[in-house]
DNA sequence: ATATCAAACTAACAATTGTTAGTTTACAAT
DNA sequence: ATTGTAAACTAACAATTGTTAGTTTGATAT
């Protein structure tokens, strides 16, 4: 055992190839020369092309679950928790892009447990979400508005984040987080 | 030639199968089981699965650059012209979820020209909307906060409209541009 | 009745897919 | 020196892929 193991490197190197072209249009081929072996040689360290993608997609699903618990279960104030979530969203895009990329568009490649398994933490993900924003609402902290198109608009944003943060000229994590809290909480206009 | 014909059907089943797995795993055989046809059959209206692809996105692409243009010429406040491109995603989502799935996640899957094309509209759509932003800061309209984290939190949003629009209880087309407007205009909090 | 033609069919192809079996290599520990 | 082991290799497989060639069907127009 290295530092990093052989396996994690042929997830991690299998987690950029799903990013650029999707699950499906990656070839066990493709992965072993992007690593300058043979196809076969990854099976001493990998079951199947599906574990790959299990390993990728469950992790991350699990830290996002883990953390979302710890913000709805703190006594914070609702846009203190609002911008933790932002902040997790971050911090995960910037720690590890390319598995996010492959939770956001290969989920559904997934089967039986893995996927159901997946389903479900999403769908707790977004009510928790949904759970917060209607506590602000009731608490007087948020606007009365369409709490749904809140929710699916801040979501979308946070979830792509991996397809702009590091393109632009560089933003620095903490000024990204400012700028997103600023704009959720406070719109774009003047006055 | 009917009402509508069996390309255009081929095509509208097309994008509905790549909007659940993707281009990538969807066969030629899905396709044609979806039509209760068989795959062989479908090469008497279209020359290849590539052409398939081409024509559910190509031609969404430039619906999408056509407007924008329109937009970005066009003497109204910038509040407007935001609203204006809020309002175009919001059509094109309800009209065709499947194409506009398919352009998100499957353009990557286009080759030579095609890709080129593609990329250089959606470098220009974004660009365009950059320009909208900016010139809002320099009218006075706009906050001069962090235009990159607008332009990529507005877009996002709109881009990914097609995985929730229809899902929850559902709102009006109207609502949601309002909503919308509402949220990114004037942001979340009360006060 | 005959000809036309769109749109389906059967059968097959060459290439690519994920994966397995068995073997070799190179280095570390005994 | 011998053994053990991690990690590579070659060769091959059965299945699936997009696609082509040639044929049949069924309705419409003459």
């Not at 650029?20 to 992965?31: F, H, L, P, Q």
């Not at 690593?35 to 699903?61: G, R």
């Amino acid at each position: 055992m290295r530092i990093i193991d052989r396996k994690t490197e042929i997830i991690n190197c299998a987690a950029q190839l799903f990013k650029n072209k999707g699950y499906s249009a990656v070839t066990m081929r493709d992965i072993a020369q992007a690593l300058d072996i043979k196809a076969a040689s990854l099976y001493n360290h990998i079951k199947s092309k599906q574990e790959i993608l299990v390993l990728i997609i469950i992790e991350i699903a699990e830290e996002f679950t883990r953390v979302m618990n710890e913000i709805l279960e703190s006594d914070a104030p609702t846009i203190n928790k609002v911008e933790r979530v932002i902040q997790l969203h971050i911090a995960i895009t910037i720690r590890n892009s390319d598995a996010l990329a492959c939770l956001n568009n290969d989920w559904m490649h997934l089967t039986d447990d893995q996927l159901a398994y997946f389903i479900r933490m999403r769908e707790d993900y977004e009510n928790n979400f949904r759970k917060i924003i209607k506590n602000g609402v009731e608490q007087g902290e948020i606007k009365a508005n369409n709490q749904e198109v809140m929710v699916f608009s801040i979501l979308s944003t946070l979830r792509t984040l991996y397809l702009w943060y590091g393109k632009t000229k560089k933003i620095s994590a903490e000024e990204l987080q400012k700028s997103m809290s600023e704009l959720y909480l406070k719109g774009i206009t003047n006055k």
